[in-house]
């Protein structure tokens, strides 16, 4: 999730005497984003109490390829973790277990006896691997990828980030011979570096966005795996979402402290917002933007272009979901920030867009890294459409932030053309705090919009797994009671009006798809 400012050790403590009453019991969630790492402290009504976070760099080393540094990703969780347990003894509080949460597809491969990396963390934003996906590519192949993975054949996903190491990093084609490699999601990785190598596992949600997951078996898939030449012997055991993961070592964290709950950023969030009840949907904006509906014990596929995933795993019962992903929402923000320079913060955005009566025709489609969902082009770049010489960076500003919306819509569209009609979204995630956005993604989508109370709902998402495992929590129905909205957001535009905006998006982004061919 994108927090365009540091926030390192923000105490969000309240002090009042009936409040103290519940904070003598605590679940820690670790949530390693796409451009932070972060710690937070829950007590057992899933309030947020304290919350330490630390940004850390971005790699861009060619074009489409976007990398992080794996132990720089280690350091920082293990700094803000450390933090928030410091802190959990200043409140006089007991910490139950540990929940994780992270972002998804990100791919990281090390050597199983030293426990060092081969090579970079490749972000799942991470283009390289297009040209082998299109060679990789067929009718056949995408039909039998989709029916067992839900997913699609594309760069976004970690099983062709896997071949492109095994085939490229010597380290790593070294350490395959040996039999000391290892691959594993971000989760993965720190779970095996909170256990000290004793945990390499994986769940469920994080599985099933690999490419290499069977979504039905709930196994790792022996054709794909075949077809990819990736072995099985480096993937990690697959474990529900609420699960026991080991225990952190007491070199690490002081004391040894249980692990219960691993869960995808996505789904997680969509845990958080408490989207239980087949049709429930929730919207996260946070680095990219996710759209995700619990559709039940059943697996819908989509004809559309939107993914199956399985959207949380608990008694070995998968709960699945159908979602579209936006690779370029807050890392839109953060890019006017700090490449263009046309702001100094996030928050500048709302007053600079209430300062413009409309977009002047102005849109762009930040397809930076290609486009996700429903369009899946992995070749398509940035088109900034509808310039004159009245023109200037508040106009830009305010379509970068418009965009986010209209993927939404693109996204929302694709589920009513597969059968499926949302009427009520719950959001979450940094960009939601701008109010005016919030307003126009309810006009843009015509639906209500819900904010939850909770800022942190992919945090709290894994808090609530971890504490289901250890009867914390009954049932989803009991996490269910907890949950409440900040504000409701209704539309207020027009119909014609809605439909012009729409038209001229629409315009834009066939220009960026004509122009990737």
Known sequence: MFYPNIF???????????????????????????????????????KSLYKSQIEFKQYFPKNGWVEHDPEEIWNKTRKVLVNVITKSKKLKGDILTIGITNQRETTILWDKVTGKTVYNAIVWQDRRTADFCKKYHSNKREHLINRKTGLLIDPYFSGTKIKWILNNISK????????????????????????????????ATNASRTMLYNISTNQWDNQILKSLKIPSH?????????DYFGKTHASITGKSYQITGVVGDQQAATIGQCC????????????????????????????????????????NKSTYALEGSIFIAGAGVQWLRDKMKLIRTAEETEKIIKSLKSNHDVYLVPAFVGLGAPYWDSKARGVLSGLTR????????????????????????????????????????????????????????????????????TALGAAYMAGLKI????????????????????????????KELINGWLKTVNKTINQSR
């Not at 309240?14 to 904070?23: A, F, Q, T």
């Not at 790593?172 to 945990?199: C, E, P, S, V, Y």
């Not at 480096?234 to 609420?242: G, V």
């Not at 914390?472 to 809605?498: C, Q």
Request: proline share 2%; with cysteine; net charge positive.
């Open 471 to 498: 009867g914390v929590y009954k049932s989803l129905n009991d996490i269910s009671k907890h949950w409440k909205f900040n504000k409701k957001f209704t539309p207020k535009i027009n119909a014609k009006l809605r």
């Open 234 to 242: 480096i993937l990690p055991e697959i474990k529900n979402s609420s």
């Open 172 to 203: 790593a084609k070294k350490l395959l011979k040996q039999k000391r490699l290892l691959f594993g999601t971000i989760d993965t990785f720190l779970l095996w570096r909170l256990t000290k190598g004793k945990t390499h596992a994986t769940d």
């Open 390 to 457: 009245d023109t200037g960076p508040k106009e830009i500003i305010r379509a970068i932030i418009e965009s986010t919306a209209y993927q939404s819509n693109d996204l929302l569209n694709a589920m009513k053309k597969d059968g499926l009609k949302p009427k009520v979204i719950k959001v979450d995630g940094g960009m939601v705090k701008n109010n005016w956005l919030t307003q126009f993604l309810s006009d843009v989508l015509n639906v209500s919009v819900y904010r939850s109370i909770e800022e942190d709902t």
């Open 8 to 46: 390192i050790d923000l105490e969000l403590v309240d002090n009042s005497v009936n409040s103290l009453k519940n904070k003598k019991k605590f679940i820690i969630s670790i949530d390693q984003g796409t451009t932070s790492s972060r710690a937070i402290i829950f007590n057992l009504a899933g």
């Open 276 to 315: 239980f009840k087949k049709g429930d949907v929730k919207s996260t904006y946070g680095t990219g933007a996710f759209v995700l509906m619990n559709t039940g014990f059943k697996k819908i596929f989509s004809k559309n272009r939107l993914l199956t995933t399985v959207c949380y795993r608990v008694n």
